[in-house]
């Protein structure tokens, strides 16, 4: 047993911290809903560390912990309330490949940077419809606009927000 404890010297709290937003994130990407996504990383990072578990560089944990929680959503998968997720290897390969190393977290900077940038009303509408939950109807009324120019004005600012963001992580 105190060879298990020596082989296990990390830091758990730097681990979790490290890679529980983006393992939230790639299992959110699975098609986990919010509380199932928690409840899964939560378990991934209490099963990885009850086996000897030595962190290597950011990638091959960051790819460990990934596994380990494709798995455990799988066996979550076999119980009927969680049938019907998508296709989990396909997904997995364009998280990675889209969210690399770090787990979303320079798309995640980028995109706060790029909505830092919006003029005019478009902070605003996005604000209101993403953070608050605002109706279309309620921002129509609040900007004088039909819900159908809510609707292409949030089509817009999105557009112009991907291709900020792309820019920002190209750089």
């Not at 047993?1 to 010297?9: D, G, H, L, N």
Request: charged share 35%.
């Amino acid at each position: 047993m105190p060879e298990r404890r020596e082989a296990r010297s990390l830091d758990v709290t730097a681990l979790v911290r490290r890679h529980q937003a983006g393992l939230w994130r790639f299992l959110r990407a699975l098609g986990c809903d919010a509380r199932l996504a928690e409840e899964l990383a939560q378990d991934t990072f209490v099963a990885v560390l009850q086996r000897p578990f030595e962190a290597r560089d950011e990638r091959a944990t960051a790819a460990y912990l990934r596994t380990a929680a494709k798995h455990l959503l799988l066996k979550a998968k076999r119980r009927p309330r969680h049938r019907g997720l998508n296709d989990l290897d396909v997904i997995e390969s364009a998280f990675v490949e889209d969210c690399g190393e770090d787990g979303g977290d320079a798309l995640v900077e980028a995109l706060r940077t790029c909505v830092s940038t919006l003029e005019g009303g478009s902070q605003a509408l996005l604000q209101g419809h993403y953070r608050d939950g605002t109706s279309r109807a309620e921002l129509a009324r609040r900007f004088a606009l039909s819900e159908d120019g809510i609707k292409s004005w949030l089509r817009r600012v999105r557009a112009a927000l991907r291709l900020c963001v792309e820019r920002k992580v190209k750089a």
